[in-house]
C-alpha cells in the first residue's frame, strides 16, 4: 500500500482516538475511552508501516502537523472550543514548517 494512504489513515485513526479521549471524560465512560485506546493503537501500527518507506523527520512532522490541526478543528465543531486570530496564525506556522519539511528541504523523500 502507498505509504502517504498509510499516513493518511495513521492520521484519521489518530483524530478518531483524541476525540475518543475527549468523550471518555477522563476515562469514566468505557466505549469512548476503548475507543481512544483503539484509535491510538491503529494510528501507531499505521505509522509504524509507514516508518518502513519514508524519513521519519517528514512523516512525524506531516503527521503531527495534521493532527494539530484536525483535532483543533474537531474542537471548534464538536466541542465549541474557542480559536482566536492568534491560534489560527499558530496553525497556519505549523502547517507553513510542514511544508517546508516536506517540500523545500532535502529532509522528504521526494
Same mark, same amino acid.
Given at each position: 500500500m502507498h505509504?502517504?494512504?498509510? @499516513?493518511? &489513515?495513521?492520521?484519521a485513526?489518530?483524530?478518531g482516538g483524541?476525540?475518543?479521549l475527549e468523550l471518555s471524560e477522563g476515562?469514566?465512560?468505557? @466505549?469512548? &475511552?476503548?475507543?481512544a485506546v483503539v484509535g491510538y493503537g491503529v494510528a501507531f501500527y499505521l505509522l509504524s508501516l509507514t516508518l518502513e518507506e519514508l524519513p521519519i523527520g517528514a512523516v512525524y512532522a506531516t503527521w503531527a502537523a495534521v493532527g494539530i490541526v484536525g483535532v483543533a478543528t474537531i474542537g471548534v465543531l464538536a466541542f465549541d472550543e474557542p480559536l482566536d486570530a492568534a491560534g489560527v496564525v499558530g496553525l497556519v506556522l505549523i502547517v507553513a514548517g510542514v511544508y517546508c519539511v516536506n517540500v523545500v528541504s532535502e529532509v522528504s523523500a521526494h
Open positions: 505509504p502517504y494512504v498509510l @499516513l493518511a &489513515g495513521a492520521i485513526a489518530e483524530l483524541t476525540t475518543a476515562f469514566s465512560k468505557p @466505549l469512548p &475511552g476503548m475507543g
